[in-house]
């Protein structure tokens, strides 16, 4: 049995964080067809590792997160969180979505605060606490303000604040800074690594941007071009830590662990950019 | 908008007012195009209109009227708005229902209202529950789409998000759903209020003893043109104000929403 096997590999692996083993993801299409995102891809990020997830556009980087995140069920393989196999969604986990995920209706503190109510933290103490995370994110000036008030960068600020005001044991991150400037990318790569170092939670970050990847991370895993994509590298990034997201790129060890992995990745951009050509992937 | 073409635009929009009643008064009062006593009969005068309403707020009397047209106009959008909400809301969350009953609703949403209003006086009897009935059926369905659709597009990032959170599903409904179903109540405010007066004074137009439908009904029965078209101002001057207070009221309660903010500061 397959499937027992892997999850005898879970056990086995009871130290990683996240242990993703033998994923198939398939989706049945609207036209009855079937489109095999990824293939058989095992990957596990251990206690305290931030593991960034790299791959050419629309590779299956975001559906592998959603998988971990139990957003979505994989048609095969099994999923491990704290070596626990995973059923239903992952609330062990903070989420930072792509795309804006706060709620509109919600002013920064109130979008913040309500992150601890299925915690039961009562409404005082979450505001108070919500507050203060506020504060850590650079806030302070605009708990009253409603999303739609702040530029991305703050929304994203507070997305952080929401996500990591749960105080989660692992963060999954798909593309978070992905629509924001390059300025602004630098600075709220410097947050999140500033945060982070703090309980050093165990990080799952998705990205099609290689120079974020290595500057940000401990370990750059490299999917293939999709369909049925694979793992087709793990690499480990030794730079030292603390860094500053901006002046690491000009580290020369950041050039040759770039240089090195981009042998790989550029071959899988360059598959993804023939197969996308004529049709248009979503 | 600067301020030298926001005060031409009012002055502009003065002068309209000036050359129409001008052009209605001459009309009727010179021998133009008829004997002023018949173009009276048929279209009365601005000065008639105007003395005549001014004559009904001084006596007191329409006020009587105004209060019968409104509360109906409340009662059948607070009845009308509250079942749309909770029935949008239901079969958003229930795809079943919602199919099975899906042709029945498009069938009755299909229907003309009006021709219910007698009916309903048969049902509710000559006093407001019948012009209250008539309303809900108009406001009911509005509000029910609106909250329909807008509940079953709550942003699909915001809802997993929210899950992510950890939130239960009493939990969502309180902090997703429910907004966003209010959202879309509040975005179909103005027309659910205009429906819920088009219903009341239809209604007393069609069969009643008090209200401003019946008061215009009143004077056309008996040919007095100056007592309807009065009822019409009067009306008129009644829906702008209903029409201040609904902006008033959601300028308040959607303050988080693109746009409304930046519309009351330059207000």
């Given at each position: 049995m397959q499937e027992t096997a892997a999850v005898a590999d879970i056990r086995a692996a009871a130290s990683a964080a996240v242990a993703l083993s033998g994923i198939d993801i398939t989706f049945n299409l609207k036209d009855g067809g079937r489109y095999?995102?990824?293939?058989?891809i095992s990957v596990s990020v251990a206690d305290g590792e931030f593991v960034a997830v790299v791959g050419p556009t629309g590779c299956g980087k975001s559906t592998l997160l959603n998988a971990a995140a139990g957003l979505l069920r994989p048609s095969a393989g099994a999923v491990g969180i704290l070596g626990e196999p995973l059923s239903g969604l992952n609330l062990r986990a903070g989420y930072l979505f792509q795309l804006d995920a706060l709620m509109p209706w919600k002013t920064a503190l109130q979008n913040v605060a309500v992150a601890l109510e299925p915690q039961g933290v009562p409404a005082g103490e979450a505001e108070e606490r919500a507050r203060d995370w506020l504060a850590r994110v650079g806030l302070r000036a605009f708990t009253d303000r409603y999303p739609h008030m702040l530029s991305g960068g703050q929304k994203k600020r507070v997305a952080l604040a929401q996500v990591l005001i749960r105080d989660p044991k692992i963060l999954l991150m798909d593309e978070p800074f992905g629509p924001l400037d390059a300025q602004t990318r630098q600075i709220m790569g410097n947050l999140l690594l500033d945060l982070w170092s703090k309980d050093r939670k165990a990080v799952m970050f998705v990205t099609h941007d290689l120079e974020e990847a290595i500057s940000l991370s401990d370990r750059v895993v490299v999917m293939s071009a999709g369909p049925a994509a694979t793992i087709v590298g793990d690499y480990r990034v030794s730079l030292k830590r603390p860094r500053d997201i901006a002046d690491i790129r000009l580290d020369r060890d950041f050039h040759d662990i770039h240089r090195q992995i981009w042998q790989t990745l550029k071959v899988e951009v360059q598959r993804a950019y023939a197969a996308g050509e004529g049709k248009d992937m979503a | 908008m600067n301020a030298h073409s926001r005060l031409k635009i009012t002055l502009l929009q003065v002068l309209v007012m000036v050359v129409f009643l001008l052009a209605w008064h001459i009309t009727t009062t010179t021998w133009l195009f008829a004997e002023p006593k018949k173009m009276q009969f048929f279209f009365s005068t601005p000065i008639d209109v105007i003395a005549r309403t001014w004559k009904q707020f001084a006596g007191g009397e329409i006020w009587y009227h105004l209060g019968i047209t409104l509360t109906e106009t409340v009662l059948a959008f607070v009845l009308g708005a509250t079942g749309g909400v909770l029935c949008g809301f239901i079969f958003a969350r229930k795809e079943l229902l919602a199919a099975v009953f899906d042709p029945y609703i498009k069938a009755a949403n299909a229907l003309p209202r009006v021709v219910l209003a007698p009916i309903f006086a048969l049902w509710?009897?000559?006093?407001?529950w019948s012009k209250v009935a008539l309303g809900f059926t108009l406001v009911f369905f509005i509000v029910f789409f609106a909250v329909y659709q807008g509940v079953r597009e709550v942003s699909q990032t915001v809802l997993a998000n929210a899950r992510m959170l950890g939130m239960n599903e009493r939990q969502l409904m309180r902090h997703v759903y429910w907004p966003a179903a209010m959202t879309w109540m509040f975005s179909s405010l103005h027309t659910s209020v205009g429906f819920a007066l088009v219903g009341a004074v239809v209604g007393e137009y069609l069969g009643?003893?008090?209200?401003l439908g019946y008061k215009i009904h009143e004077a056309e029965s008996v040919f007095d043109v100056t007592g309807v078209f009065s009822g019409m101002l009067i009306l008129t001057i009644f829906v702008l104000i209903l029409d201040t207070i609904v902006t008033m009221i959601e300028n308040r309660l959607l303050?988080?929403?693109?746009?409304q903010a930046s519309t009351s500061a330059n207000g």
């Open positions: 095999q995102a990824v293939k058989d | 509710f009897g000559l006093g407001i009643s003893s008090a209200g303050v988080w929403r693109p746009g």
